[in-house]
């Protein structure tokens, strides 16, 4: 079913709680690497003993909490609900393997089909980034906006990059950016990819193909505060994935046009 107000901030609460013991179980594997158990699920697709016992714990908190909801998460899978939580227990993999500190739990709640709910924790960078539809969004408890910059000869800009897609098609874009003017980089986390342009770090973040536990949070936490979305929960979603941008509004149509968007 889906939650009323009092559910949602129940939720909310609830999911914050949930994201910094996450990430206490997630920094106890961190902090000693010998006990990763870092295997490949393919070309630069990396996985931790970490990735599975964080999404255990998670859905456990939650069937144990909201026994009712649906959780979909990378690890384990799952399908969609009208009280859905979408967990990526650790994103940032590959940094996270190689005792780089940017990855994060994220946590994306969606009640009936919307992204309404946010929660990205990265623990070893001590950011917790909040957000619920209509009550803006946070970054360890301050308010965030996304940049006000208009000229992309001043924009930083993160373009995400997986296998999932062809090489070419990547470089394309990226050399599309820069020819622009743009300053591209890319830093191995969707989801803090998304929580970097809440708060103006970056000035956009697109990805040609991205699952949707990568952008369950990042784009409620975006989107509230001030961002343009594309829009991600559209189509076979669930199953296939979609592109994705987050962009200040004065830029959408310099960054939109290279992804088809
Ligand atoms: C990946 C990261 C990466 C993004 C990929 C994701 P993982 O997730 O978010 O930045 O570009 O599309 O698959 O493997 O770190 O959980
Ligand atoms: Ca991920």
């Known amino acids: 079913m889906t939650p009323d107000q009092s559910g949602l901030s129940a939720r909310f609460f609830a999911a914050e709680a949930m994201a910094r013991q996450l990430g206490v179980l997630a920094m106890s594997y961190f902090t000693d690497q010998k006990s990763l158990g870092i295997s490949m699920k393919g070309s630069q697709d990396w996985l931790t003993e ?4 964080v999404e255990t714990a998670f859905r456990a908190m939650i069937a144990a909490t909201f026994p009712n909801d649906t959780v979909m998460g990378e690890e384990q899978g799952g399908a969609t609900g009208e009280a859905l939580w979408i967990i ?38 001590g950011e917790m980034w909040l957000a619920r539809v209509g009550h803006g969004a946070t970054l360890n408890g301050a308010p965030i906006r996304c940049s006000s910059t208009t000229d ?26 820069f020819r622009k003017g743009a300053s591209v980089k890319r830093s191995a986390s969707g989801a803090l990819g998304l929580a970097h342009v809440a708060n103006g770090r970056t000035d956009a973040y697109a990805e040609l193909h991205i699952n949707a536990w990568d952008v369950a949070a990042g784009v409620v936490i975006a989107a509230e505060a001030g961002a343009i979305l594309s829009p991600f929960f559209t189509g076979d979603w669930a199953g296939g994935g979609n592109p994705i941008v987050a962009v200040t509004p004065a830029l959408a149509s310099e960054i939109m046009p290279g992804l088809g968007l």
């Open 50 to 53: 970490a990735d599975g016992r």
């Open 152 to 177: 992309i000869a001043r924009a930083s800009i993160e373009v995400g990059w997986s296998p999932r897609r062809p090489i070419e098609d990547y470089l394309a874009l990226v050399g599309g950016y």
């Open 88 to 125: 990526d227990p650790i994103d940032g993999t590959a940094n996270f393997a190689r005792g780089d500190r940017s990855w994060c739990v994220s946590i994306g709640f969606l009640a009936n089909g919307v992204p309404t709910l946010g929660v990205i924790y990265a623990p070893a960078l």
